[in-house]
Nanobody
Framework: QVQLVESGGGLVQGGGSLRLSCAAS????????MGWFRQAPGKERGFLAA????????YYADFLKGRFTASRDNAKNTVYLQMNSLDPEDTAVYYC??????????????????WGQGTQVTVSS
């Protein structure tokens, strides 16, 4: 079992940046491939980024076009999502997720076993 807690969301102006954090507790954090998703009102939860257990490999949704960067610090049991050039369309609840096994290129919500409670990101125009 692992518990995930996201933080770092908030209100930001369009063009600005935010860094989300996801702190993990429970089982050994470094054994979990991690992912980031978001869900806007009335939409399904969509994939943003995946990161391998070591943090050495990452994979992103094509539409991000390099604006977001995932990283992790296993010594701190934390995964991050740096978000730049934010747009009002990025407004959503952002979630981190952990998968109990495997590599890292998992892009659907059902492939992850554990979820945080989410953190709201609101981008104003």
């Amino acid at each position: 079992q692992v518990q995930l807690v996201e933080s770092g969301g908030g209100l930001v102006q369009g063009g600005g940046s935010l860094r989300l954090s996801c702190a993990a507790s429970g089982r050994t954090f470094s054994s979990f491939p991690m992912g980031w998703f978001r869900q806007a009102p009335g939409k399904e939860r969509g994939f943003l980024a995946a990161i391998s257990r070591s943090g050495g490999s990452t994979y992103y949704a094509d539409f991000l076009k390099g604006r977001f960067t995932a990283s992790r610090d296993n010594a701190k049991n934390t995964v991050y999502l740096q978000m730049n050039s934010l747009d009002p369309e990025d407004t959503a609840v952002y979630y981190c997720a952990a998968r109990g096994s495997g590599t890292y290129r998992y892009t659907t919500a059902r492939e992850y076993d554990y979820w945080g409670q989410g953190t709201q990101v609101t981008v104003s125009s």
